[in-house]
Protein backbone atom coordinates (compact mmCIF):
# COMPACT_ATOMS: atom_id res chain seq x y z
CA UNK A 1 0.00 0.00 0.00
CA UNK A 2 1.05 3.56 -0.74
CA UNK A 3 1.87 5.92 2.03
CA UNK A 4 -0.14 8.68 3.18
CA UNK A 5 2.92 11.39 1.87
CA UNK A 6 2.79 9.42 -1.48
CA UNK A 7 -0.56 9.44 -2.04
CA UNK A 8 -0.53 13.60 -1.15
CA UNK A 9 2.51 13.71 -3.98
CA UNK A 10 0.76 11.85 -6.64
CA UNK A 11 -2.65 14.13 -5.81
CA UNK A 12 -0.39 17.42 -5.89
CA UNK A 13 1.20 15.65 -9.58
CA UNK A 14 -2.23 15.14 -11.10
CA UNK A 15 -4.00 18.80 -9.74
CA UNK A 16 -0.46 20.41 -11.05
CA UNK A 17 -0.85 18.36 -14.28
CA UNK A 18 -4.60 18.54 -14.77
CA UNK A 19 -4.03 23.14 -14.17
CA UNK A 20 -1.09 23.12 -16.66
CA UNK A 21 -3.58 21.26 -19.35
CA UNK A 22 -6.48 23.75 -18.45
CA UNK A 23 -3.85 26.16 -19.17
CA UNK A 24 -3.01 25.35 -22.76
CA UNK A 25 -4.76 27.71 -26.16
CA UNK A 26 -4.91 24.64 -28.30
CA UNK A 27 -5.97 26.75 -31.30
CA UNK A 28 -1.78 27.82 -31.11
CA UNK A 29 -0.95 24.19 -30.48
CA UNK A 30 -2.71 23.04 -33.72
CA UNK A 31 -0.63 25.67 -35.75
CA UNK A 32 2.59 24.59 -34.57
CA UNK A 33 1.88 21.20 -35.85
CA UNK A 34 1.20 22.54 -39.25
CA UNK A 35 4.57 23.59 -39.13
CA UNK A 36 6.29 22.36 -42.18
CA UNK A 37 9.55 20.59 -40.23
CA UNK A 38 11.25 20.60 -43.34
CA UNK A 39 12.44 23.93 -43.63
CA UNK A 40 14.77 25.33 -41.21
CA UNK A 41 15.56 29.00 -41.76
CA UNK A 42 15.86 31.57 -38.93
CA UNK A 43 12.41 32.44 -40.15
CA UNK A 44 10.80 29.31 -39.41
CA UNK A 45 12.64 29.55 -35.77
CA UNK A 46 11.13 32.59 -34.69
CA UNK A 47 7.86 31.67 -35.77
CA UNK A 48 8.11 28.52 -33.70
CA UNK A 49 9.57 30.37 -30.89
CA UNK A 50 6.55 33.05 -30.88
CA UNK A 51 3.46 30.12 -31.63
CA UNK A 52 5.50 27.85 -28.37
CA UNK A 53 5.13 31.21 -26.40
CA UNK A 54 1.47 31.53 -27.14
CA UNK A 55 0.63 27.56 -26.25
CA UNK A 56 0.39 28.75 -23.12
CA UNK A 57 -2.17 30.87 -21.28
CA UNK A 58 -1.40 33.60 -18.68
CA UNK A 59 -4.34 33.98 -16.71
CA UNK A 60 -4.43 36.89 -15.09
CA UNK A 61 -3.98 37.51 -11.51
CA UNK A 62 -6.26 39.76 -9.06
CA UNK A 63 -5.36 40.59 -5.91
CA UNK A 64 -7.04 39.68 -2.98
CA UNK A 65 -9.86 42.08 -1.78
CA UNK A 66 -9.10 44.48 1.37
CA UNK A 67 -11.48 44.94 3.20
CA UNK A 68 -12.24 48.34 4.66
CA UNK A 69 -13.49 49.37 7.74
CA UNK A 70 -16.61 51.28 6.34
CA UNK A 71 -19.77 53.17 8.17
CA UNK A 72 -23.27 53.18 6.99
CA UNK A 73 -24.17 56.77 6.50
CA UNK A 74 -27.37 57.72 7.69
CA UNK A 75 -29.68 59.12 4.76
CA UNK A 76 -29.10 62.89 4.25
CA UNK A 77 -31.92 65.09 4.63
CA UNK A 78 -32.68 68.22 2.34
CA UNK A 79 -32.67 71.65 4.54
CA UNK A 80 -35.60 73.74 3.85
CA UNK A 81 -34.16 77.41 2.86
CA UNK A 82 -34.91 79.44 5.96
CA UNK A 83 -35.40 83.30 3.47
CA UNK A 84 -36.00 83.98 0.25
CA UNK A 85 -31.93 85.23 -0.33
CA UNK A 86 -31.25 81.44 0.70
CA UNK A 87 -33.91 80.21 -1.97
CA UNK A 88 -32.80 82.51 -4.90
CA UNK A 89 -28.91 81.60 -3.89
CA UNK A 90 -29.13 77.97 -4.08
CA UNK A 91 -31.80 77.86 -7.31
CA UNK A 92 -30.68 77.19 -10.93
CA UNK A 93 -31.42 80.52 -12.99
CA UNK A 94 -33.91 80.98 -15.60
CA UNK A 95 -37.29 79.33 -15.96
CA UNK A 96 -35.99 76.06 -13.97
CA UNK A 97 -35.39 78.89 -11.09
CA UNK A 98 -39.06 80.54 -11.19
CA UNK A 99 -40.98 76.75 -11.16
CA UNK A 100 -38.34 76.07 -8.35
CA UNK A 101 -39.37 79.26 -6.30
CA UNK A 102 -43.13 78.59 -7.57
CA UNK A 103 -43.43 75.19 -6.11
CA UNK A 104 -41.29 76.17 -2.70
CA UNK A 105 -44.73 78.53 -2.23
CA UNK A 106 -47.26 76.06 -3.17
CA UNK A 107 -45.45 73.86 -0.66
CA UNK A 108 -45.47 76.97 2.19
CA UNK A 109 -49.42 77.76 1.15
CA UNK A 110 -50.64 74.03 1.74
CA UNK A 111 -49.61 74.66 4.96
CA UNK A 112 -52.13 75.67 7.93
CA UNK A 113 -50.99 78.81 8.35
CA UNK A 114 -50.24 78.22 12.30
CA UNK A 115 -47.12 76.34 10.95
CA UNK A 116 -45.91 78.88 8.49
CA UNK A 117 -42.42 80.14 9.46
CA UNK A 118 -41.81 83.93 9.07
CA UNK A 119 -39.94 83.42 5.78
CA UNK A 120 -42.94 81.72 4.30
CA UNK A 121 -45.28 84.55 5.22
CA UNK A 122 -42.83 86.87 3.76
CA UNK A 123 -42.14 84.41 -0.26
CA UNK A 124 -46.25 84.41 0.06
CA UNK A 125 -45.92 88.17 0.97
CA UNK A 126 -43.95 88.87 -2.23
CA UNK A 127 -46.19 87.08 -4.60
CA UNK A 128 -49.18 88.88 -3.41
CA UNK A 129 -47.19 92.23 -4.19
CA UNK A 130 -46.81 91.39 -7.59
CA UNK A 131 -50.48 90.77 -8.39
CA UNK A 132 -51.91 94.20 -9.46
CA UNK A 133 -55.34 93.48 -8.69
CA UNK A 134 -54.70 93.19 -5.37
CA UNK A 135 -52.07 96.43 -4.84
CA UNK A 136 -54.43 98.87 -7.11
CA UNK A 137 -57.11 97.65 -4.00
CA UNK A 138 -55.28 97.22 -1.11
CA UNK A 139 -52.30 98.65 1.03
CA UNK A 140 -48.65 97.03 1.74
CA UNK A 141 -50.10 96.48 5.63
CA UNK A 142 -53.21 94.99 4.43
CA UNK A 143 -51.40 92.68 1.87
CA UNK A 144 -49.14 91.48 5.10
CA UNK A 145 -52.20 90.66 7.13
CA UNK A 146 -53.66 88.94 4.09
CA UNK A 147 -51.05 86.50 3.47
CA UNK A 148 -51.28 84.82 6.65
CA UNK A 149 -54.62 83.54 5.81
CA UNK A 150 -54.10 82.54 1.94
CA UNK A 151 -53.93 78.84 1.26
CA UNK A 152 -53.71 76.36 -1.93
CA UNK A 153 -56.72 74.44 -3.58
CA UNK A 154 -55.92 71.43 -5.98
CA UNK A 155 -58.05 71.15 -9.48
CA UNK A 156 -58.47 68.18 -11.37
CA UNK A 157 -58.88 68.92 -15.01
CA UNK A 158 -62.35 70.08 -16.37
CA UNK A 159 -64.07 71.80 -13.16
CA UNK A 160 -66.05 74.16 -12.28
CA UNK A 161 -64.92 76.90 -9.96
CA UNK A 162 -66.92 79.49 -9.13
CA UNK A 163 -65.54 83.09 -7.95
CA UNK A 164 -68.27 84.36 -6.18
CA UNK A 165 -66.55 83.18 -2.27
CA UNK A 166 -63.55 85.18 -2.72
CA UNK A 167 -60.20 85.84 -5.23
CA UNK A 168 -58.52 83.21 -6.97
CA UNK A 169 -54.80 83.63 -8.14
CA UNK A 170 -53.73 80.63 -10.53
CA UNK A 171 -50.13 79.65 -9.68
CA UNK A 172 -50.26 76.53 -12.08
CA UNK A 173 -52.08 75.00 -15.13
CA UNK A 174 -54.61 77.18 -16.88
CA UNK A 175 -58.33 77.65 -16.64
CA UNK A 176 -60.96 79.33 -19.10
CA UNK A 177 -64.15 81.36 -19.13
CA UNK A 178 -67.31 78.91 -18.36
CA UNK A 179 -70.50 80.55 -18.75
CA UNK A 180 -72.77 78.33 -15.75
CA UNK A 181 -76.11 79.55 -17.15
CA UNK A 182 -75.27 78.19 -20.64
CA UNK A 183 -73.25 75.70 -19.39
CA UNK A 184 -71.17 76.39 -22.34
CA UNK A 185 -67.37 78.14 -22.72
CA UNK A 186 -67.01 81.52 -23.12
CA UNK A 187 -65.12 81.42 -26.44
CA UNK A 188 -64.82 85.31 -26.48
CA UNK A 189 -62.24 85.74 -23.69
CA UNK A 190 -58.89 83.93 -23.82
CA UNK A 191 -57.62 81.07 -21.46
CA UNK A 192 -56.28 82.47 -18.00
CA UNK A 193 -52.66 81.05 -17.84
CA UNK A 194 -50.69 81.29 -14.65
CA UNK A 195 -50.12 84.34 -12.85
CA UNK A 196 -54.08 85.26 -14.23
CA UNK A 197 -56.76 86.05 -12.00
CA UNK A 198 -61.12 85.93 -11.72
CA UNK A 199 -62.84 86.54 -8.74
CA UNK A 200 -63.32 89.27 -6.04
CA UNK A 201 -62.91 89.52 -2.18
CA UNK A 202 -65.62 92.86 -2.01
CA UNK A 203 -69.30 91.82 -2.12
CA UNK A 204 -70.36 93.28 -6.11
CA UNK A 205 -73.08 95.01 -7.21
CA UNK A 206 -74.97 93.73 -10.37
CA UNK A 207 -73.65 96.91 -12.19
CA UNK A 208 -70.03 96.01 -11.34
CA UNK A 209 -69.70 92.32 -11.49
CA UNK A 210 -70.06 91.88 -15.57
CA UNK A 211 -66.37 93.36 -15.66
CA UNK A 212 -64.80 90.38 -13.22
CA UNK A 213 -64.82 86.74 -14.14
CA UNK A 214 -67.45 84.94 -11.83
CA UNK A 215 -66.55 81.20 -13.43
CA UNK A 216 -63.90 79.21 -14.79
CA UNK A 217 -63.32 75.50 -15.90
CA UNK A 218 -59.89 73.84 -15.36
CA UNK A 219 -58.37 72.89 -18.41
CA UNK A 220 -55.60 70.92 -16.82
CA UNK A 221 -54.86 69.91 -12.88
CA UNK A 222 -54.11 73.44 -11.79
CA UNK A 223 -52.52 74.85 -8.56
CA UNK A 224 -55.01 77.52 -7.51
CA UNK A 225 -54.15 80.73 -4.60
CA UNK A 226 -57.51 81.23 -2.83
CA UNK A 227 -58.37 84.28 -0.51
CA UNK A 228 -61.87 83.31 0.84
CA UNK A 229 -64.37 86.45 1.25
CA UNK A 230 -65.39 85.45 4.63
CA UNK A 231 -61.38 85.37 5.65
CA UNK A 232 -60.50 88.83 4.32
CA UNK A 233 -63.99 90.28 5.71
CA UNK A 234 -62.28 89.00 9.05
CA UNK A 235 -58.90 90.60 8.66
CA UNK A 236 -60.29 93.88 7.51
CA UNK A 237 -62.36 94.12 10.54
CA UNK A 238 -59.19 93.55 12.74
CA UNK A 239 -57.30 96.15 10.42
CA UNK A 240 -59.99 98.98 11.08
CA UNK A 241 -60.41 97.45 14.99
CA UNK A 242 -56.10 98.05 15.35
CA UNK A 243 -56.15 101.72 13.10
CA UNK A 244 -58.92 102.63 15.95
CA UNK A 245 -56.62 101.93 18.53
CA UNK A 246 -53.98 103.17 17.02
CA UNK A 247 -55.86 106.71 16.45
CA UNK A 248 -57.55 106.66 19.86
CA UNK A 249 -54.00 106.11 22.01
CA UNK A 250 -52.57 109.46 19.69
CA UNK A 251 -55.28 111.57 20.52
CA UNK A 252 -56.01 110.53 24.10
CA UNK A 253 -51.43 110.63 24.82
CA UNK A 254 -51.92 114.41 24.38
CA UNK A 255 -52.80 115.70 27.90
CA UNK A 256 -55.53 118.59 26.92
CA UNK A 257 -57.38 115.84 24.95
CA UNK A 258 -57.11 113.06 27.92
CA UNK A 259 -60.24 113.80 29.18
CA UNK A 260 -62.59 113.98 26.63
CA UNK A 261 -65.54 112.43 26.07
CA UNK A 262 -65.70 108.96 24.06
CA UNK A 263 -67.91 110.35 21.37
CA UNK A 264 -66.15 113.49 20.94
CA UNK A 265 -62.82 111.66 20.39
CA UNK A 266 -64.20 108.75 18.16
CA UNK A 267 -65.94 112.20 15.90
CA UNK A 268 -62.02 113.50 15.59
CA UNK A 269 -60.54 109.47 14.62
CA UNK A 270 -63.49 109.12 12.17
CA UNK A 271 -61.15 112.13 9.70
CA UNK A 272 -57.57 111.16 10.97
CA UNK A 273 -55.39 109.62 8.64
CA UNK A 274 -52.08 107.82 10.01
CA UNK A 275 -48.80 109.74 7.86
CA UNK A 276 -45.01 109.74 8.55
CA UNK A 277 -42.79 112.61 8.04
CA UNK A 278 -39.24 112.93 7.02
CA UNK A 279 -36.34 114.83 8.92
CA UNK A 280 -36.00 118.63 7.18
CA UNK A 281 -39.79 118.64 6.47
CA UNK A 282 -41.29 122.09 6.62
CA UNK A 283 -45.05 121.54 8.19
CA UNK A 284 -46.30 124.67 8.88
CA UNK A 285 -44.57 128.39 7.16
CA UNK A 286 -44.51 131.28 9.70
CA UNK A 287 -47.77 133.55 8.08
CA UNK A 288 -49.66 130.92 6.40
CA UNK A 289 -52.61 129.45 7.92
CA UNK A 290 -51.65 125.38 8.88
CA UNK A 291 -52.51 122.90 6.16
CA UNK A 292 -53.73 120.35 8.84
CA UNK A 293 -54.18 119.55 12.58
CA UNK A 294 -51.40 117.35 13.82
CA UNK A 295 -50.86 114.65 16.29
CA UNK A 296 -47.48 113.61 17.27
CA UNK A 297 -46.56 109.98 18.44
CA UNK A 298 -42.94 109.95 17.83
CA UNK A 299 -40.64 111.86 16.72
CA UNK A 300 -39.91 115.69 17.17
CA UNK A 301 -40.05 119.25 15.66
CA UNK A 302 -38.78 122.55 15.39
CA UNK A 303 -40.41 125.76 16.29
CA UNK A 304 -38.69 128.37 14.34
CA UNK A 305 -39.67 132.16 14.25
CA UNK A 306 -37.76 134.84 11.44
CA UNK A 307 -35.79 137.31 12.19
CA UNK A 308 -37.07 140.36 9.76
CA UNK A 309 -34.24 142.87 10.99
CA UNK A 310 -31.57 140.44 9.33
CA UNK A 311 -33.82 139.25 6.04
CA UNK A 312 -32.08 141.19 3.00
CA UNK A 313 -34.06 142.50 0.43
CA UNK A 314 -35.62 140.28 -2.46
CA UNK A 315 -33.71 142.41 -5.25
CA UNK A 316 -30.35 141.33 -4.07
CA UNK A 317 -28.74 137.98 -4.63
CA UNK A 318 -28.72 135.42 -2.08
CA UNK A 319 -31.71 136.43 -0.29
CA UNK A 320 -31.42 134.73 2.60
CA UNK A 321 -33.77 134.68 6.02
CA UNK A 322 -32.68 133.87 9.63
CA UNK A 323 -34.28 132.08 11.89
CA UNK A 324 -34.55 131.75 15.86
CA UNK A 325 -35.56 128.13 17.08
CA UNK A 326 -38.02 129.15 20.10
CA UNK A 327 -39.10 125.67 20.89
CA UNK A 328 -39.25 122.30 19.79
CA UNK A 329 -42.67 120.20 19.98
CA UNK A 330 -42.32 116.25 20.75
CA UNK A 331 -44.30 113.27 21.07
CA UNK A 332 -48.35 113.54 23.16
CA UNK A 333 -48.18 116.77 21.40
CA UNK A 334 -50.37 118.56 18.70
CA UNK A 335 -50.77 122.03 16.53
CA UNK A 336 -52.88 123.44 14.25
CA UNK A 337 -56.20 123.14 15.51
CA UNK A 338 -56.73 126.87 16.18
CA UNK A 339 -55.31 128.02 13.82
CA UNK A 340 -57.56 126.75 11.40
CA UNK A 341 -60.48 126.82 13.11
CA UNK A 342 -60.13 130.73 13.61
CA UNK A 343 -58.49 131.32 10.09
CA UNK A 344 -55.11 132.53 12.24
CA UNK A 345 -52.18 133.04 10.45
CA UNK A 346 -49.35 130.44 12.23
CA UNK A 347 -46.61 132.61 14.31
CA UNK A 348 -43.94 130.63 13.58
CA UNK A 349 -42.58 127.46 11.33
CA UNK A 350 -42.47 124.50 12.08
CA UNK A 351 -39.96 121.72 10.63
CA UNK A 352 -39.14 117.94 11.79
CA UNK A 353 -36.06 117.57 12.94
CA UNK A 354 -36.39 113.68 13.25
CA UNK A 355 -38.69 111.62 11.48
CA UNK A 356 -41.96 111.91 12.97
CA UNK A 357 -44.72 109.00 12.95
CA UNK A 358 -48.28 110.70 13.76
CA UNK A 359 -51.84 111.44 12.63
CA UNK A 360 -53.10 114.30 10.72
CA UNK A 361 -56.71 115.74 10.39
CA UNK A 362 -57.38 117.93 6.95
CA UNK A 363 -59.03 121.30 7.36
CA UNK A 364 -62.55 120.02 5.69
CA UNK A 365 -63.22 117.51 8.22
CA UNK A 366 -62.35 119.79 10.92
CA UNK A 367 -64.81 122.04 10.41
CA UNK A 368 -67.26 119.49 9.18
CA UNK A 369 -67.60 118.55 12.61
CA UNK A 370 -70.46 119.08 14.94
CA UNK A 371 -70.60 122.54 17.01
CA UNK A 372 -70.05 120.76 20.56
CA UNK A 373 -67.01 118.89 19.05
CA UNK A 374 -65.95 122.23 17.53
CA UNK A 375 -66.62 124.60 21.15
CA UNK A 376 -64.46 121.73 22.70
CA UNK A 377 -61.27 121.71 20.35
CA UNK A 378 -61.09 125.96 20.94
CA UNK A 379 -61.57 125.70 24.34
CA UNK A 380 -58.80 122.80 25.04
CA UNK A 381 -55.81 124.06 22.45
CA UNK A 382 -53.66 126.27 22.62
CA UNK A 383 -51.56 127.91 19.68
CA UNK A 384 -47.85 126.61 19.28
CA UNK A 385 -46.43 129.38 21.16
CA UNK A 386 -46.96 132.95 21.40
CA UNK A 387 -46.22 135.62 19.14
CA UNK A 388 -42.83 136.91 20.64
CA UNK A 389 -42.07 140.76 19.67
CA UNK A 390 -39.08 141.43 17.11
CA UNK A 391 -36.85 142.44 20.11
CA UNK A 392 -37.17 139.26 21.73
CA UNK A 393 -36.72 137.29 18.64
CA UNK A 394 -33.89 139.33 18.26
CA UNK A 395 -32.20 139.03 21.67
CA UNK A 396 -32.88 135.00 21.76
CA UNK A 397 -31.47 135.17 17.92
CA UNK A 398 -27.93 136.95 19.26
CA UNK A 399 -27.91 134.42 22.77
CA UNK A 400 -27.69 131.46 20.40
CA UNK A 401 -25.00 132.84 18.06
CA UNK A 402 -23.43 134.05 20.87
CA UNK A 403 -23.29 130.37 22.31
CA UNK A 404 -22.66 128.88 18.49
CA UNK A 405 -19.42 131.05 18.21
CA UNK A 406 -18.31 130.02 21.98
CA UNK A 407 -18.64 126.08 21.27
CA UNK A 408 -16.67 126.99 18.00
CA UNK A 409 -14.16 128.68 20.27
CA UNK A 410 -14.00 125.82 22.48
CA UNK A 411 -13.34 123.12 20.27
CA UNK A 412 -10.63 124.98 18.60
CA UNK A 413 -8.75 125.56 22.03
CA UNK A 414 -9.09 122.06 22.73
CA UNK A 415 -7.82 120.62 19.68
CA UNK A 416 -4.97 123.27 19.45
CA UNK A 417 -4.19 121.90 23.31
CA UNK A 418 -4.53 118.38 21.63
CA UNK A 419 -2.86 118.20 19.16
CA UNK A 420 -0.01 120.66 20.05
CA UNK A 421 3.16 121.14 17.57
CA UNK A 422 1.29 119.07 14.74
CA UNK A 423 1.07 115.96 16.68
CA UNK A 424 -1.76 113.76 15.59
CA UNK A 425 -2.21 110.28 16.70
CA UNK A 426 -2.01 107.38 14.21
CA UNK A 427 -1.10 110.12 11.92
CA UNK A 428 2.66 111.55 10.60
CA UNK A 429 5.64 110.28 12.33
CA UNK A 430 4.40 109.39 15.21
CA UNK A 431 2.08 106.32 13.61
CA UNK A 432 2.65 103.17 13.94
CA UNK A 433 3.85 101.10 10.88
CA UNK A 434 2.30 97.88 10.63
CA UNK A 435 4.35 95.98 8.05
CA UNK A 436 4.58 92.18 7.73
CA UNK A 437 5.61 89.70 10.14
CA UNK A 438 8.86 89.61 11.43
CA UNK A 439 9.72 93.63 10.25
CA UNK A 440 10.07 96.38 12.95
CA UNK A 441 7.44 98.86 12.87
CA UNK A 442 9.47 101.17 14.60
CA UNK A 443 9.80 104.28 12.43
CA UNK A 444 13.49 105.09 10.62
CA UNK A 445 15.45 107.90 12.12
CA UNK A 446 15.61 110.69 10.12
CA UNK A 447 18.44 113.19 9.90
Not at 98 to 104: D, F, P, R
Request: include cysteine; proline fraction near 4%.
Amino acid sequence: MLSFAAFTAMSRYRHSAEQRLADIDYTQLAQLTQLNESISSEEAHKKLMKLYQEIFLNPQTSLPRIQLKTRIKPPVKLRVYESVQEVSRHQPRGKLAQESLMNHVIKALKKFPIERSQSEHHIIYKLLKGVHSLTSQLGSQELKQISTVTTVETWDRGQIIFGHNGFYLVLKGSVKTFNHETLKEDQTVSTIAAGGSFGCCEPLSAVDGGAIIQCVMTLETCEILKISRSGYEKLKKDILAQDHEVKVSLIQGCQLYLHWPKLSINHLVDGMQLKTFPANQVLVKEGKICPFVAFIGRGECNILQDVESLIKPVDKKGCRVRFVMVGTLGPKQSFGEVSILLNQPSPCTVITATEVHGGIIQPECLKGLDSVTTSLILLTAQPVCGKLSQEEVLKEFLTQERMKKWEHEKRKILSDALFYNGIHPGRGKWAFNRGPRGVSGKPKKTI
